[in-house]
């Protein structure tokens, strides 16, 4: 009888650990949150061991408390990489959200500082030297997202030294730029350069990877003979298309909950006579919620009819509330909201409901259901996972998909969705009209399309091809 084939073991890296860590009588007690990579790998945990590496999200300085908090970690299997908040704030706030985030999302008025880049450089170099210290031979190491873009590097640097062999994977969670709009980067080549230590780098549209591809041939000569492989100095790297997607079982199990159903019944109740439209977003730029609102009050202008009739619930979940920019975007999203219901409301009824806060989870998924139209207008997004948590919910009533098309998302939902140009006001008013207008059969062939690509490209799904696809560069 053959041994048993030991498990492989895969390090995940990302800014922040999938763990809340919070002072617990003296000690520090951490949990585990849901969601996200803890659900993407969830179906390896058979063949593969997982340790986790990351910011812990807070400030331990004490030598005594770091150990304590080391240990509630490893409970989970991962492990904290330290930062002081000055350093912390520096590279996440200064120089991933307020530098980089606005180049990969096509946004001009980026201002570089040399201090949030060497607190960036700084960040990275820490990380890699706690992973590289604890990595083994043959391990699988996956990083994730643009806070690290410098890590396969001086990861692959700090290994080499050592005399570990292991493979590094990379997956940006963002859109990435045409090479001519990455150009303004100040420091353009050496992120770049960062990236090409990876042995694969995971993107979630074609469009992405290519531009990435173009970037590497134009600014540094990358040689691309052969498709999806970008051969430069002495490595040949791989970059691929990697659908991410959700856990669509998780909002099965949600929707049959009695308390859910019961929520269902009540909402259901309150607006039978009402089209509902939901929207689900962070506040941020990138979502395109000043287009949205400007959209939907055309769509009021031009359809009188549909007075008392329609009713748009716009939940605008806070972000990055102590940035300014993000504070003078809330206070023109609240005053346009105003305006809205300032024209349009009757005495019967209010046409939006905008709410800046989060939504329980349970909560959230039953306004999902009782929904008629999702309506997502991103200037740019990587992905946009809300259209494929509404269509998870929409079995019964086959709620349309109005979505733009600089979503990463619509690249792949064309089929089943309504498209529009999200700055162009008069479409997205019509796209809003066909959607509440669209007759049961249409609505019936356009969700199926949909139901069949979110359960097919699901969250754990997209964990296993890139670790497939990653374990064979070992």
Same mark, same amino acid.
Request: proline share 4%; aromatic share 10%; glycine share 6%.
């Given at each position: 009888?053959?041994?048993?084939?030991?498990?492989?073991?895969?390090?995940?890296?990302?800014?922040?650990?999938? %763990? !809340?860590?919070?002072?617990?009588?003296?000690? /520090?007690?951490?949990?585990?949150?849901? =969601?996200?990579? @803890?659900?993407? %790998? !969830?179906?390896?945990?058979?063949?593969?061991? /997982?340790?986790?590496?990351?910011?812990? =999200?807070?400030? @331990?300085?004490?030598?005594?408390?770091?150990?304590?908090?080391?240990?509630?970690?490893?409970?989970?299997?991962a492990v904290g990489i330290f930062l002081d908040n000055a350093l912390a704030n520096a590279h996440y706030n200064n120089f991933s959200?307020?530098?980089?985030?606005?180049?990969?999302?096509?946004?001009?008025?980026m201002t570089f500082d040399d201090g949030p880049w060497q607190a960036y450089q700084k960040v990275n170099e820490l990380f890699a030297d706690a992973v590289a210290k604890e990595a083994r031979k043959g391990d699988i190491i996956w990083v994730h997202d643009y806070h690290l873009m410098l890590l396969p590097k001086l990861l692959r640097e700090r290994l080499v030294n050592k005399g570990k062999s292991c493979a590094i994977g990379f997956s940006l969670h963002t859109p990435f730029p045409a090479s001519d709009f990455w150009r303004a980067l100040p420091v353009r080549n050496a992120m770049i350069e960062g990236l090409l230590s990876s042995d694969l780098i995971g993107f979630h549209t074609d469009e992405y990877k290519q531009n990435f591809i173009g970037t590497c041939v134009n600014l540094l000569g990358a040689q691309?003979?052969?498709?999806?492989?970008?051969?430069?100095?002495?490595?040949?790297?791989?970059?691929g298309t990697f659908v991410v997607g959700i856990d669509p079982q998780k909002f099965d199990d949600t929707l049959n909950k009695p308390e859910v159903q019961t929520r269902i019944k009540e909402l259901e109740e309150r607006y039978k006579d009402v089209h509902v439209i939901i929207g689900v977003d962070r506040l941020d730029y990138i979502k395109g919620l000043t287009h949205k609102l400007k959209g939907y009050d055309r769509f009021l202008d031009d359809h009188p009819e549909m007075k008392n009739k329609v009713l748009l619930i716009q939940v605008a979940v806070p972000s990055r509330e102590d940035v300014k920019e993000y504070q003078d975007l809330e206070t023109e999203l609240s005053t346009i909201a105003g305006k809205i219901n300032g024209k349009h409301a009757t005495p019967d009824a209010s046409p939006l409901l905008y709410m800046h806060r989060s939504i329980p989870f349970e909560e959230l998924t039953a306004m999902y259901s009782i929904a008629d139209v999702c309506l997502l207008t991103s200037s740019r997004d990587g992905m946009n996972l809300v259209s494929f948590e509404y269509v998870a919910c929409q079995a019964k009533r086959h709620g349309v998909l109005v979505l733009s098309e600089f979503a990463g998302a619509s690249v792949f939902m064309k089929g089943g969705s309504v498209n529009f140009h999200p700055a162009n006001t008069s479409e997205l008013a019509q796209?809003?009209?066909?959607?509440?207008?669209?007759?049961?059969?249409?609505?019936?062939?356009?969700?199926?399309?949909?139901?069949?690509?979110?359960?097919?490209?699901?969250s754990a799904e997209w964990g296993k091809k890139f670790i497939d696809s990653l374990s064979r560069r070992l």
């Amino acid at each position: 009888m053959a041994p048993e084939q030991e498990p492989r073991r895969l390090i995940i890296v990302s800014n922040r650990l999938p %763990l !809340s860590v919070k002072r617990d009588d003296g000690g /520090f007690k951490s949990s585990l949150s849901s =969601g996200g990579l @803890v659900t993407s %790998l !969830s179906g390896l945990t058979k063949s593969t061991q /997982f340790s986790w590496f990351g910011w812990p =999200g807070i400030e @331990v300085n004490d030598p005594n408390d770091r150990e304590k908090v080391s240990k509630s970690l490893a409970e989970h299997n991962a492990v904290g990489i330290f930062l002081d908040n000055a350093l912390a704030n520096a590279h996440y706030n200064n120089f991933s959200n307020s530098i980089l985030w606005p180049i990969l999302h096509y946004q001009s008025g980026m201002t570089f500082d040399d201090g949030p880049w060497q607190a960036y450089q700084k960040v990275n170099e820490l990380f890699a030297d706690a992973v590289a210290k604890e990595a083994r031979k043959g391990d699988i190491i996956w990083v994730h997202d643009y806070h690290l873009m410098l890590l396969p590097k001086l990861l692959r640097e700090r290994l080499v030294n050592k005399g570990k062999s292991c493979a590094i994977g990379f997956s940006l969670h963002t859109p990435f730029p045409a090479s001519d709009f990455w150009r303004a980067l100040p420091v353009r080549n050496a992120m770049i350069e960062g990236l090409l230590s990876s042995d694969l780098i995971g993107f979630h549209t074609d469009e992405y990877k290519q531009n990435f591809i173009g970037t590497c041939v134009n600014l540094l000569g990358a040689q691309t003979g052969v498709p999806n492989k970008i051969q430069y100095k002495n490595r040949l790297v791989e970059a691929g298309t990697f659908v991410v997607g959700i856990d669509p079982q998780k909002f099965d199990d949600t929707l049959n909950k009695p308390e859910v159903q019961t929520r269902i019944k009540e909402l259901e109740e309150r607006y039978k006579d009402v089209h509902v439209i939901i929207g689900v977003d962070r506040l941020d730029y990138i979502k395109g919620l000043t287009h949205k609102l400007k959209g939907y009050d055309r769509f009021l202008d031009d359809h009188p009819e549909m007075k008392n009739k329609v009713l748009l619930i716009q939940v605008a979940v806070p972000s990055r509330e102590d940035v300014k920019e993000y504070q003078d975007l809330e206070t023109e999203l609240s005053t346009i909201a105003g305006k809205i219901n300032g024209k349009h409301a009757t005495p019967d009824a209010s046409p939006l409901l905008y709410m800046h806060r989060s939504i329980p989870f349970e909560e959230l998924t039953a306004m999902y259901s009782i929904a008629d139209v999702c309506l997502l207008t991103s200037s740019r997004d990587g992905m946009n996972l809300v259209s494929f948590e509404y269509v998870a919910c929409q079995a019964k009533r086959h709620g349309v998909l109005v979505l733009s098309e600089f979503a990463g998302a619509s690249v792949f939902m064309k089929g089943g969705s309504v498209n529009f140009h999200p700055a162009n006001t008069s479409e997205l008013a019509q796209s809003i009209h066909k959607a509440v207008t669209m007759n049961g059969k249409e609505r019936k062939e356009r969700y199926e399309k949909l139901s069949e690509f979110i359960n097919t490209n699901t969250s754990a799904e997209w964990g296993k091809k890139f670790i497939d696809s990653l374990s064979r560069r070992l």
